[in-house]
C-alpha cells in the first residue's frame, strides 16, 4: 500500500553475466496500516532451499534476520522540506527512528550531506535519542550552506546503537541552474518531424505517473536514476502525468519544487521533460475555471520555457464530463442559432428527437443512437467545440510565455463523446493518441489507427502517446486489453510498433510505463519495483531507439488521398461507420502502402 511500508533488500541475485536482478530476498517493516508495527522476512528463491542443512548463505541470512527481528529499531520516513532549491536556501531534514523491541533503546542518528558526482563531505551531524519500546520519534537538522557547488546532492541518514550501524536510508536533492537547464535534448518541430541537431530524429519516450512525488521510497535521487536509465535505453522523453486534477487545485510549493527536480534530473541527463499539467482534467468547464486552469499553465510555461527539452502535454485520457454549466450552455444555444436561424428550422431538423424548449433554453444532449438522428450529430458537434474550446485556451495561455516548444494532449484511437482527435484538435502541434487493445487486434489494427488519425497533410505530427501490454500472471484471466500475454509477445508488440510507427510517419512513440509501482499492482512497466532492474522487454525497445535514431526520417505527401465519411461517423451508429472506414483504410494499405486520409 502506499506508503505504509518500508521494504529493505537482503539477498541480491545477479544474472550469469554479473548483472543485478533483483532481491532474491527482502525484509518488510509496516509502519502503518492493516499490518502496522509487524515485521516480515521473505525470500522468492524457487529452484533451490537456500536454507538446506550446512549452507552458510542461509544460516547467515537467517541470522541476520533474527537479529533484527530481535532489536528492532529502525529508519522510515526519510525527507528533505523540498526536492529542489534555490541558491543560498537551508535544507532541513528529517527522518522518523521507531523502536519496537521489548527494551529502551539508546540510538544514535548520523547525517550526511554529500555531492551526488563526487561523494564530497558537505555536511555532517548527529544527534542521540532514547527509545521507549514501542515509540517513535522524528529526529531533524537543518544545513545552511553559503552555496551550493553541485548540481545534485545525497543525503544519508544512519542509525547506531553500541556504536554500530544497524540502519540506512537515503534521499537526496537538486540545485536549481539554468545551466542545468540547458544540458536538455534541445529540438524544435517543423516538417512534421522533432528536429536535432539539424537533422530529424524519431523519438522513443516513456511514461510515469504520481506515485513518484508521493511513495516515500522515491526521491530525487530515484528520479535521477530513472532519467539516466532512459537515456541508457535510448528513450529520449521522459512523461510524468503528475497531478493537478482540476481547477479547484492549486499548486503548492512543495509541489512546485517537485516539479523543478524532475525537470533538472531530466535536463541534466541530456533528455526531453513531457509534463502532464491537467490530466484528468474536464474539459468542460465554467469560464472562471477555464480561466484559472489557464493562468496555472501560463505560470508553468513561463517557470520552464529556458529548458532545452521540455514538450507540454495538457490532458491525457481527456474527459468531458456532464456539459451542463450556464456558460457552456449558453454556446450550445449559441451554435443552435448559428446553425438553424430559428425554433422552426431546428424542429424540423431534429424530427426524430424534438427539442424540448426554444432555442436559448436548451439543454445538452443527445438524440437516440440513429444515423438519422440530426440531434445526435449536434451534439457531438458540439461537444468537439467544447473540447477544442479548452485546448485552444490553454494553448493560447502558454503560447504567452513559451513561443517554441510544442503543445499536445492525448486522444483516444477513436472518438469518444465529441473527443475526436481530428476536429477538436485545434491549435495543438502533435497529433498525439494512446493506442491499446485486445491480443492479436492489437498488431493488426495499428496500422489504420495511425493513418485515421494521421494529421501529417496539416501540418500536425503523428505521435503514439502510449502502448504497452500486460504480462504479469495477475492478469491471466482478464479480458480486452489489460489481459495478460506473454513475454514474447510483449517483445514483438514493442518491435512492431516502433517498427509500424516509423514507417507510418510517427514522429515520436511512448510506451506506457516506465515501471512497476511498488505501491499496488499495475504491471504495465518496462522494469521491476523498488529497485530498478529492467525486463527483458526494455532491451527490445532500447535497441529500437537506437536503430530508428540512425535514420532521418523525412515527410512526403502522397500522391493518393482517402476521403473518408464526415458527419455520418460522427451521428449514431457512428461506431459501425468507423469500422468500415477503418477497413477501408487496411485495404488501402495492403494494397499501396503510403496514402494520407
Request: charged content about 25%.
Amino acid at each position: 500500500g502506499m506508503n505504509q511500508a518500508r521494504w529493505i533488500p537482503l539477498l541480491d541475485a545477479y544474472d550469469g553475466l554479473g548483472r543485478k536482478r533483483g532481491a532474491a530476498g527482502a525484509l518488510v517493516h509496516h509502519v502503518r496500516g492493516a499490518y502496522a508495527r509487524s515485521s516480515w522476512a521473505f525470500f522468492g528463491v524457487e529452484n533451490q532451499d537456500i536454507f538446506s542443512a550446512g549452507s552458510a548463505l542461509g544460516e547467515n541470512t537467517l541470522r541476520a534476520v533474527a537479529r533484527v527481528m530481535a532489536n528492532k529499531c529502525y529508519l522510515h520516513t526519510c525527507e528533505t522540506d523540498f526536492t529542489a532549491y534555490q541558491q543560498g536556501e537551508p535544507v532541513h531534514v528529517s527522518v522518523l527512528a521507531t523502536n519496537l523491541s521489548r527494551k529502551s533503546a539508546e540510538l544514535e542518528l548520523r547525517f550526511q550531506i554529500a555531492a551526488h558526482d563526487t561523494g564530497q563531505d558537505e555536511y555532517h551531524n548527529s544527534r542521540k535519542v532514547t527509545l521507549a519500546p514501542g515509540k517513535t520519534a522524528r529526529v531533524e537538522i537543518e544545513w545552511h550552506p553559503v552555496s551550493f557547488g553541485s548540481e545534485q546532492y545525497r543525503v544519508t541518514a544512519q542509525l547506531a546503537a553500541d556504536h554500530q550501524v544497524i540502519d540506512q536510508m537515503e534521499t537526496g536533492f537538486v540545485v536549481w541552474s539554468t545551466e542545468t537547464l540547458r544540458k536538455g535534448l534541445a529540438f524544435e518541430f517543423k516538417e512534421n518531424y522533432f528536429q536535432v541537431d539539424g537533422h530529424s530524429l524519431f523519438l522513443q519516450g516513456t511514461d510515469d505517473y504520481l506515485h513518484t512525488f508521493i511513495d516515500q521510497d522515491e526521491n530525487p535521487l530515484t528520479w535521477h536514476q530513472d532519467a539516466q536509465g532512459c537515456r541508457d535505453s535510448c528513450i529520449d522523453v521522459y512523461e510524468n502525468l503528475m497531478g493537478l486534477r482540476g481547477p479547484q487545485q492549486r499548486p503548492t510549493k512543495t509541489w512546485w519544487r517537485w516539479i523543478d527536480a524532475m525537470l533538472l534530473n531530466v535536463q541534466r541527463v541530456g533528455g526531453a521533460f513531457f509534463p502532464g499539467m491537467l490530466v484528468f482534467s474536464n474539459t468542460a468547464v465554467s469560464n472562471k475555471d477555464l480561466a484559472d486552469q489557464q493562468a496555472y499553465v501560463q505560470a508553468f510555461a513561463a517557470r520552464y520555457k529556458d529548458a532545452a527539452g521540455i514538450m507540454y502535454y495538457l490532458n491525457g485520457d481527456l474527459e468531458l464530463h456532464d456539459p451542463n454549466l450556464p456558460d457552456i450552455q449558453e454556446l450550445y444555444n449559441r451554435y443552435l442559432q448559428d446553425k438553424y436561424g430559428s425554433d422552426e428550422a431546428l424542429r424540423k431538423a431534429w424530427a426524430l428527437t424534438p427539442p424540448e424548449a426554444p432555442i436559448g433554453k436548451l439543454a445538452i444532449h443527445s438524440g437516440k443512437d440513429d444515423w438519422r438522428d440530426v440531434r445526435t450529430l449536434d451534439d457531438f458537434e458540439f461537444r468537439t467545440q467544447v473540447v477544442r474550446r479548452w485546448l485552444n485556451a490553454m494553448y493560447d495561455s502558454i503560447r504567452k510565455a513559451d513561443q517554441r516548444h510544442p503543445v499536445t494532449a492525448e486522444f483516444y484511437q477513436l472518438p469518444v463523446s465529441g473527443i475526436d482527435l481530428l476536429t477538436a484538435l485545434g491549435q495543438l502541434e502533435l497529433a498525439n493518441f494512446g493506442y491499446f487493445n485486445s491480443a492479436n487486434e492489437d498488431f493488426y489494427r495499428f496500422p489504420q489507427a495511425c493513418k485515421f488519425l494521421d494529421q501529417r497533410v496539416r501540418g500536425k505530427g503523428l505521435n503514439i502517446g502510449e502502448f504497452g501490454v500486460k504480462t504479469h500472471p495477475a492478469w491471466l484471466d482478464r479480458g480486452d486489453y489489460i489481459a495478460a500475454r506473454s513475454e514474447a509477445y510483449e517483445q514483438a508488440y514493442f518491435l512492431a510498433v516502433a517498427h509500424y510507427g516509423f514507417a507510418l510517419g510517427a514522429s515520436k512513440i511512448q510506451n506506457w510505463c516506465w515501471k512497476y509501482p511498488s505501491d499496488l499492482p499495475f504491471e504495465w512497466g518496462i522494469n521491476y519495483p523498488n529497485e530498478l532492474i529492467a525486463r527483458d522487454v526494455r532491451a527490445f525497445y532500447r535497441n529500437s531507439g537506437l536503430f530508428f535514431r540512425r535514420l532521418r526520417p523525412r515527410y512526403e505527401q502522397s500522391d493518393v488521398l482517402l476521403l473518408i465519411a464526415g458527419e455520418n461517423r460522427k451521428g449514431g451508429q457512428g461506431m459501425r461507420i468507423l469500422d468500415g472506414i477503418s477497413n477501408g483504410i487496411r485495404l488501402l494499405i495492403d494494397q499501396i502502402g503510403r496514402a494520407h486520409v
